[in-house]
């Protein structure tokens, strides 16, 4: 009788053990995949990732019709901040960047830093009225937390699809455009652009500022 007990134990260790470890592989391997799919600086999704969700709302958007918003912003000088008041103070100019957008928008969006300065979001089932709804209230936020301590503005490219290509990059492009339209015409503004590729719509531009 001693040894059943002693096998039942056995088994019952055994059996936790093996447990404990898939719990803390399933764990790490839980973390590694957010570390690939999150910018190190900032906290929020990287291109990687950004790019693996836009792919599911782009095909999302083309079989029911639904618009989707893309934004390409750029935050102007920002190699004046650099320069003059070091990288620690660039990294915090990030930060705050990216915390702002992440309060602000909803959570069906993703904000995400694309590289260096520049970040893009992601509105889905966002058309014109409530892109520009939702721009005008994240940029309001940004430039109340930018007043007076950091000197910089913010080139924007914004395009609503109503009816979106076939590819993510040619979303990006196409808002990464009229974010550079925006850089060559003096920044700090915002270039919204409506585009629609079947018969009855149509495609537009406007500034706002």
Same mark, same amino acid.
């Given at each position: 009788s001693v040894?059943?007990?002693?096998?039942?134990?056995?088994?019952?260790? /055994? /059996? #936790?053990?093996?447990?404990? &470890?898939?719990?803390?592989l399933r764990c790490s391997l839980q973390r590694e995949k957010e570390m690939a799919n999150t910018d190190y600086l900032t906290k929020v999704p990287n291109r990687r990732y950004f790019h693996e969700f836009a792919e599911m709302?782009?095909?999302?958007?083309?079989?029911?019709k639904h618009p989707l918003s893309v934004i390409y912003l750029d935050i102007d000088n920002f190699k004046t901040v650099n320069d003059t008041m070091g990288h620690s103070?660039?990294?915090?100019? #990030?930060?705050?960047?990216?915390?702002? /957008?992440?309060?602000?928008?909803?959570?069906?969006?993703?904000?995400a830093r694309l590289g260096g300065d520049e970040f893009a979001l992601l509105l889905p089932e966002s058309g014109?009225?409530?892109?520009?709804?939702?721009?005008?209230k994240a940029l309001h936020s940004l430039k109340e937390v930018m007043k007076n301590d950091w000197p910089v503005? /913010?080139?924007?490219?914004? +395009?609503?699809? #109503?009816?979106?290509?076939?590819? +993510?990059?040619?979303?990006?492009?196409?808002?990464?455009? &009229?974010?550079?339209?925006?850089?060559?015409s003096g920044k700090g503004a915002i270039r919204h652009e409506v585009v629609g590729d079947e018969p009855g719509l149509f495609s537009c531009s406007h500034e706002l500022r």
């Open positions: 040894v059943l007990y002693w096998d039942d134990i056995m088994e019952l260790v /055994f /059996f #936790l053990v093996v447990s404990l &470890l898939r719990s803390a709302e782009l095909h999302r958007s083309i079989r029911y103070a660039g990294n915090t100019l #990030l930060r705050l960047v990216a915390d702002t /957008f992440v309060n602000n928008i909803r959570s069906t969006d993703i904000v014109p009225e409530s892109a520009i709804n939702a721009i005008h503005t /913010f080139s924007i490219g914004m +395009v609503t699809f #109503l009816h979106p290509p076939a590819t +993510v990059d040619a979303m990006l492009k196409r808002a990464d455009d &009229l974010m550079y339209s925006v850089k060559a």
